[in-house]
């Protein structure tokens, strides 16, 4: 299974990005793909989550309001839309599928991509 994200990039504040998260190598139909960020020197934090099963989302506090997450109609594609961008938005943005845990536990999911630069500068 590999997931590949795309769509980082470097923006100002208040701007919009869209990230995708494609997967490869099986077809989910249970469990969650979701959306995690890393900036240096912290520890990566759960940001959205989108349950195949039911459709539900699921959003940190400090995006909530600004970040939607969907699933695409090619059934393995998640999307982030980011909007009002803020530079404390910016860290490497990694999706996972398959949570093992719960969703905003990072060390339970099954499968990573390899991250994606979101850069806002001020």
């Known amino acids: 299974v590999q997931l590949v994200e795309s769509g980082g990039g470097s923006v100002q504040a208040g701007d919009s990005l869209r990230l995708s998260c494609a997967a490869s190598?099986?077809?989910?139909?249970?469990?969650?793909m979701s959306w995690f960020r890393q900036a240096p020197g912290k520890e990566r934090e759960f940001v959205a989550a989108?349950?195949?099963?039911?459709?539900?989302?699921y959003y940190a506090d400090s995006v909530k309001g600004r970040f939607t997450v969907s699933r695409a109609d090619a059934k393995n594609t998640v999307y982030l839309q980011m909007n009002s961008l803020k530079p404390e938005d910016t860290a490497v943005y990694y999706c996972?599928?398959?949570?093992?845990?719960?969703?905003?536990?990072?060390?339970?999911?099954?499968?990573w991509g390899q991250g994606t630069q979101v850069t806002v500068s001020s």
């Open positions: 190598g099986r077809t989910f139909n249970s469990g969650a």
């Open positions: 996972a599928a398959l949570p093992r845990r719960g969703i905003e536990v990072p060390a339970g999911y099954e499968y």
């Open positions: 989108y349950d195949w099963k039911g459709g539900n989302t």
